[in-house]
């Protein structure tokens, strides 16, 4: 019985790689690794707010449930301002209730 054959990595599906910043969020030093098109969004969105990107991303970081991580928050936050009608979904188990 053969092996079954290996993933590709995600460059060769055609993924694109994340991009990884670093930012000083209250006092300390992290880094956040987003997809280029998020960073794009989250640039536009300190743009409008009339915020430096790093003071958006302090801001989301304060605001996040803490079994949240960064990334995602920032993902979120990023949909959430392109899509309004988003449902909030905390308190709930966070399952799809989107389709």
């Known amino acids: 019985m053969s092996a079954p ?19 000083n969020l209250s006092g300390h030093r992290t880094s956040v690794a987003l997809e280029p098109e998020f960073w794009h969004a989250l640039h536009l969105i300190a743009q409008a707010r009339g915020l430096a990107l790093a003071a958006l991303v302090g ?11 960064l990334a995602s928050a ?21 399952q799809d209730q989107l389709g």
């Open 59 to 69: 801001q989301v970081d304060a605001a996040r449930p803490p079994d949240r991580p």
């Open 5 to 23: 054959p290996a993933m590709p990595l995600p460059a060769q599906r055609g993924a694109r790689m994340l991009q990884k910043r670093s930012l």
């Open 74 to 94: 920032l993902r979120v936050e990023a949909l959430r301002e392109w899509m309004p009608a988003l449902p909030e979904m905390a308190g709930t188990d966070r």
